[in-house]
């Protein structure tokens, strides 16, 4: 198909331009029909119909194409489906709320069931597995919605507003406005169903290779030729070898092995790591050297035989294959999105209704105030040595830093030693978060535990009678400490997902306004995870470390977003770029952010860790949730923390569903989405730990 991206790279402007010219000769076809059908509807419904009428018949011409019918066809459906009356609007309404939930609902169950094998840990994947989740079965839903014209019934009758009237006129609308609106977003664009399925199927591809990008650490020896980790370790890239450093700040020989993740994280965004090291207990490679020979050690239970011949070399660029093939699928799409023609205005302007500009000023806010180099200076006293690269990842300001992982581990296996353990676990730990035990045991009823094959993720239903679905890791023996930290941040997920679904009034406005909101409510779980286990180290100054913590946190992932956003402005810019190219210049872009920001403190320069995170391969823009996440959830933990408890006050808020983030926000603490919280919070908190120095 490389015509086609020869024809998309002509650039953006074109695209737009064809496109609209394109609408406008459909338009000329019906321009008799629009004035005639206008008056003949204001004649039979009233003069104050004639706004809502406008804007139907615009809406419903602007999608209709020459296969839909002629201007006679045009005219027919408009007299057979325009809702002229409250009742007829209020009829179409409430029957588009039911189909569409159960439509949307056993949609999304028949993709849980195409993706199991691969999601869950749950036996070996087989080629026949990965085609199954590579198939989405609502990928042809909005095609067929436009061909049997039930797209244009709604788009004929409810208002398809655009980010400018929501921002301006939505603080003003009635619940019933909003759900009206979501409604008629479902069918903002009239994208071919191939399209879809070309974006489902790229998509499986890199999500298929990111779970199962591990490396087995007993085998990845430092310069010396030792063994750092432990037996049978096995670590996801990135999220395992990130909490891998983290737990190392407890650690007697932590910093060694710190040094040496972050030379395999550094191979791994360069592209130098050996392609037989990965995901193979079969070799030890030094990265050193960046040299690999058969193992001697056998600390796994794989089949087939050690190989006779090992070679260093390296993984061919698959990393940005798979993101280049992501790119190409999506860009599919821009021509059938005029008024968000990028897959990165998608993003901002339509997923989370905050534009880039924005975004990127409150991730710059943060990164660039001068608190950075203050808590800088401040983790280098407590570490007593100069800062490295990978210290990005400090965590030492949290209660965790007095438990060494191993003993952190023995807690949780012992604990869950399977999926279903954890589940029984979830009233109690629901009602120490505030809920009664009523509602404590309605979540637990409506949320499965699941082992995970990758990390662990959420997975929210789509309609009231499903359950959502929590998957972390659970290996043979039992939930390890890292596995029960993401469980509890999916567990928020699902208490998110639970209420946004069930409790909320109209199900158009399910969900959050975007997913920086579920990833919030995640936050604020996961920061009660060891009070969770009933280790909270509580004493002088740990709110303030809190603090610190979220402020270092959401400063390196604020950094990470920014590659990711850089990234994908660069692959616009280079349509037709190799995989190469793409490397050499992410390299570059994580370079240079790092500069901008971190080389002043850390005192080194070029570093390109901030490219390792996974997300960036399979997940196409998510990143710069999580910062916004941790932003809103600061503003979210103050509100808690004020209001005494986290349960009832993440149902009341998780209730208002999918509105505009800002009247979201302010619903919720009265406050918009800002930096400002955080870096307040930040400088009390540094003044109140020199303080506690100084003290002792």
Avoid at 121 to 143: F, I, K, N, R, S
Avoid at 387 to 397: H, K, S, V
Avoid at 634 to 648: D, S, T
Wanted: glycine share 6%.
């Amino acid at each position: 198909m490389s015509w086609a991206y020869g024809w998309l790279a002509v650039g953006l402007l074109t695209a737009g331009l064809s496109c609209t010219q394109r609408e406008a000769g459909r338009s000329m076809k019906i321009s008799d029909s629009t004035p005639k059908m206008e008056a003949e509807l204001v004649s039979r419904y009233g003069e104050a119909q004639r706004p809502r009428i406008q804007r139907g018949l615009r809406q419903a011409a602007t999608f209709w194409k020459d296969t839909d019918g002629d201007a006679a066809a045009f005219e027919e459906f408009v007299r057979n489906n325009f809702a002229g009356d409250p009742a007829a609007v209020d009829t179409l309404f409430e029957r588009c709320q039911k189909v569409f939930e159960k439509l949307d609902g056993h949609m999304n169950e028949i993709q849980v069931a195409l993706r199991a094998q691969s999601d869950l840990d749950v036996g070996p994947v087989m080629p026949y597995d990965e085609v199954m989740a590579g198939y989405d079965p609502a990928a042809h839903l909005t095609d067929d919605f436009f061909s049997n014209k039930l797209a244009f019934t709604i788009l004929l009758n409810f208002p398809l507003t655009t980010l400018e009237e929501r921002l301006q006129e939505g603080p003003r609308w009635t619940r019933r406005q909003w759900a009206e609106a979501r409604l008629a977003q479902r069918f903002r664009r009239r994208v071919p169903a191939e399209v879809n399925l070309n974006i489902a199927q790229a998509v499986s591809r890199s999500d298929q290779y990111i779970s199962e990008y591990n490396i087995w650490m007993h085998h990845v020896l430092d310069g010396e030729g030792r063994r750092l980790f432990p037996a049978g370790m096995k670590l996801l890239s990135h999220w395992n070898l990130r909490d891998q450093i983290k737990a190392d700040y407890s650690e007697k020989d932590g910093l060694a092995r710190q040094r040496l993740i972050a030379q395999v994280m550094e191979h791994i965004i360069r592209q130098t790591i050996p392609a037989v090291a990965v995901n193979n207990p079969r070799v030890d490679w030094s990265p050193a050297q960046n040299t690999v020979r058969v193992s001697e050690a056998k600390d796994h239970d794989l089949g087939g035989a050690a190989p006779r011949d090992v070679t260093n070399a390296p993984e061919p660029d698959r990393r940005y294959e798979l993101l280049l093939n992501n790119y190409r699928a999506l860009r599919q799409v821009d021509p059938y999105s005029p008024s968000a023609p990028t897959h990165i205005a998608r993003m901002f302007d339509e997923a989370r209704e905050l534009p880039e500009s924005r975004v990127r000023q409150m991730f710059e806010q943060a990164l660039s105030s001068p608190l950075l180099s203050q808590v800088a200076t401040l983790i280098e006293q407590r570490l007593g040595r100069p800062l490295e690269p990978f210290d990005i990842w400090y965590n030492g300001f949290r209660p965790r830093g007095k438990y060494t992982e191993a003993q952190l581990d023995e807690i949780t296996r012992k604990r869950y030693p399977t999926a279903e353990a954890y589940r029984k676990d979830m009233p109690r730990m629901f009602q120490w978060l505030g809920f009664s035990p009523e509602r404590a045991r309605y979540l637990m009823e409506n949320i499965v535990v699941e082992p995970a094959r990758g990390s662990g993720h959420a997975w929210g239903a789509q309609m009231r009678e499903a359950p959502s679905r929590l998957r972390t890791r659970v290996p043979a023996g039992g939930m390890d400490y890292k596995g029960f930290n993401i469980a509890v941040h999916e567990m928020g997920h699902n208490v998110e997902q639970t209420f946004s679904l069930k409790n909320v009034d109209y199900y158009t406005l399910s969900g959050v306004p975007n997913t920086a909101f579920t990833e919030a409510v995640a936050f604020v779980f996961q920061a009660n995870d060891l009070a969770l286990l009933g280790l909270e180290g509580g004493g002088a100054g740990a709110e303030a470390m809190k603090t610190l913590n979220d402020y270092w946190a959401t400063c390196e992932i604020a950094a990470v977003a920014l590659v990711d956003m850089d990234v994908w402005r660069w692959m616009y810019e280079h349509p037709n770029a190799t995989p190469r190219e793409l490397k050499e210049a992410t390299l570059r872009i994580a370079a240079d952010v790092w500069n901008r920001f971190y080389a002043p403190v850390f005192k080194q320069r070029d570093v390109v860790l901030l490219a390792v995170y996974s997300h960036m391969i399979h997940s196409n823009l998510y990143l710069p949730d999580y910062p916004i996440g941790h932003l809103i959830a600061h503003q979210l933990e103050e509100h808690v923390r004020k209001a005494g408890k986290i349960g009832p006050e993440i149902e009341r808020v998780t209730k208002q569903g999918d509105i505009l983030p800002d009247l979201w926000m302010q619903g919720a603490t009265g406050s918009p989405v800002s930096a400002e919280a955080l870096l307040e919070a930040t400088q009390r908190a540094l003044v109140e730990v020199t303080a506690l120095k100084g003290g002792r």
